[in-house]
């Protein structure tokens, strides 16, 4: 059974950073698998904000992430990270990290095809 538990939201100032953690367990990150990031803000749709496949080590970002978040790997760990740099208020949301496990691809999946998703965390950013 896969299961996903991320860490390391809280409240920064703009132009602060974070660093999100997303440990996974029931499989190892020895294997194919690709992980993404998504937020949700209040009123708002869930987003896209990274993601990392392991096939191919290719990342994704989404535009407004761009320069500002990066999304790594420790498969010692089994933990991918997201650091977030330049913090704005518009940043604020719930962070939700999800795997996709097995994953065969080259890149990303869809959103959707996302089975393992973990319980969220906040980060709220506000001077």
């Known amino acids: 059974q896969v299961q996903v538990v991320e860490s390391g939201g809280g409240l920064v100032q703009p132009g602060g950073s974070l660093r999100l953690s997303c440990e996974a367990f029931?499989?190892?990150?020895?294997?194919?698998?690709?992980v993404g990031w998504f937020r949700q803000a209040p009123g708002k749709e869930r987003e896209g904000v990274s993601c990392i496949g392991s096939r191919d080590g290719s990342t994704h970002y989404e535009d407004s992430m761009k320069g500002r978040f990066t999304i790594s790997r420790d498969n010692a760990k089994n933990t991918v990270y997201l650091q977030m740099n330049s913090l704005k208020p518009e940043d604020t949301a719930v962070y939700y990290c999800?795997?996709?496990?097995?994953?065969?691809?080259?890149?990303?999946?869809?959103?959707?095809?996302?089975?393992?998703w973990g319980q969220g965390t906040q980060v709220t950013v506000s001077s």
């Open positions: 999800a795997v996709e496990f097995p994953w065969y691809g080259y890149g990303c999946p869809a959103h959707h095809e996302y089975r393992y």
């Open positions: 029931g499989f190892t990150m020895d294997d194919y698998y690709a």
